[in-house]
């Protein structure tokens, strides 16, 4: 196999320093926005907070940080731009045909193509999941147990981006294929995050209360539970306690536990918080992990076995 070929040539591309530094600076806007904002209100006041209040509230933050923009948002975009990019753009620039013609079969295109994208993109993630918690920890002159519990989280987290990395990067690399305006790809790719991430918490938001979202099995097509329920189970690897505000907040944001409203998490009977909110049984945390890599196995094939069959010209 040769697809090692592509693969370098395109990790020389990618490891662009304009690219690598806007996307980290990117990814650590929330970090400076959470700093900038703790100085300000006084409820997060970590100085005046016992030790285990200040390690537990860093972890909630650094939890809801990491789902929605180090290995959320910005992840995915990255993954659009990229993947979307690899054969519609070969196509416009007119080196398709150039390409092909080298003594190298077509689906090792994509798979080089596609690995070196895998090898930047965690590269960069790894130094955003190793900053994020450093930066914080100067910023807000932490406990340093507060910061040792952070980068306790960082290898589960990793692995999450790891996950999306993969199920995007193989979305976009298969529309790339189906289209040869990458522009328009990557207008698709980007309509398709902002439906995952916010179109499907509003539809949820309407259907629940009315028992449609229930009754008619909503939850096995809403792709942002589903990605929730995902994230869940690389928490839970993780072995870190989540505050039920915190588990509020995701809830809200994804649907994946039964009380979503961080404000009501108190639970009168018992006097207090309960110790932890129940997931939402429509199907386990590894049931919907599976979905997504199925999903995205199959479409990456898809995409390979379409390219095989492109006429080149």
């Given at each position: 196999?040769?697809f ?6 395109t990790?020389?591309d ?6 690598s530094?806007?996307?980290l600076i990117i990814?650590l806007?929330?970090v400076?926005?959470f700093?900038n904002v703790s ?7 970590f100085?005046v ?6 390690i537990?509230?860093?972890n909630g933050?650094?939890?809801?940080m990491?789902?929605?923009w180090?290995?959320?948002?910005p ?7 990229t ?6 753009k070969e196509e416009?620039?007119?080196?398709l045909?150039?390409?092909a ?6 689906y090792?295109?994509?798979i ?7 090898v ?9 999941f190793?900053?994020?918690p ?7 002159d932490l ?5 040792t ?6 290898p589960s987290l ?9 199920v995007f990067?193989?979305?976009s690399a298969?529309?790339s294929v189906l289209?040869?305006?990458?522009v328009?790809?990557v207008?698709?790719?980007v309509?398709?995050?902002i439906?995952i ?14 028992g449609v979202?229930d009754?008619?099995?909503?939850n ?7 990605l929730?329920n ?5 928490l839970?690897?993780?072995g870190?306690?989540?505050?039920p505000p ?10 994946v536990?039964?009380?979503?409203d961080p404000e ?23 049931v919907s992990l599976?979905i997504w890599?199925?999903?995205?196995v199959?479409l990456?094939?898809?995409g390979?076995l379409k ?5 080149i010209?």
């Amino acid at each position: 196999m040769r697809f090692h070929i592509v693969m370098l040539k395109t990790l020389k591309d990618l490891f662009s320093i304009k690219r690598s530094l806007v996307f980290l600076i990117i990814s650590l806007i929330p970090v400076f926005i959470f700093a900038n904002v703790s100085q300000r209100e006084a409820v997060f006041n970590f100085k005046v907070m016992t030790l285990p209040m200040q390690i537990q509230m860093m972890n909630g933050i650094f939890i809801i940080m990491s789902f929605i923009w180090i290995a959320g948002i910005p992840l995915v975009l990255l993954a659009a731009m990229t993947c979307g990019s690899f054969i519609s753009k070969e196509e416009q620039d007119g080196t398709l045909l150039l390409l092909a013609s080298k003594p190298i079969r077509r689906y090792e295109i994509i798979i080089g193509k596609f690995f070196a994208f895998l090898v930047s993109t965690m590269i960069l993630e790894l130094i955003a999941f190793l900053l994020a918690p450093l930066l914080t920890f100067n910023l807000l002159d932490l406990d340093p147990s507060a910061l040792t519990s952070m980068l306790n989280m960082v290898p589960s987290l990793y692995l999450y981006s790891l996950f999306v990395t993969f199920v995007f990067g193989a979305i976009s690399a298969t529309l790339s294929v189906l289209s040869r305006n990458r522009v328009k790809v990557v207008m698709v790719l980007v309509a398709l995050t902002i439906l995952i991430y916010f179109g499907f918490s509003i539809i949820r938001g309407w259907t629940v209360p009315l028992g449609v979202y229930d009754k008619y099995g909503m939850n096995y097509f809403d792709v942002n539970y589903q990605l929730g329920n995902s994230y869940v189970f690389f928490l839970e690897q993780s072995g870190v306690k989540i505050m039920p505000p915190i588990q509020g907040i995701l809830g809200q944001f994804t649907g994946v536990y039964e009380a979503t409203d961080p404000e009501m998490v108190f639970d009168p009977d018992l006097g207090a918080m309960p110790s932890s909110l129940e997931l939402k049984k429509y199907n386990t945390p590894l049931v919907s992990l599976s979905i997504w890599l199925g999903l995205a196995v199959f479409l990456l094939v898809a995409g390979i076995l379409k390219f095989e069959k492109k006429e080149i010209y």
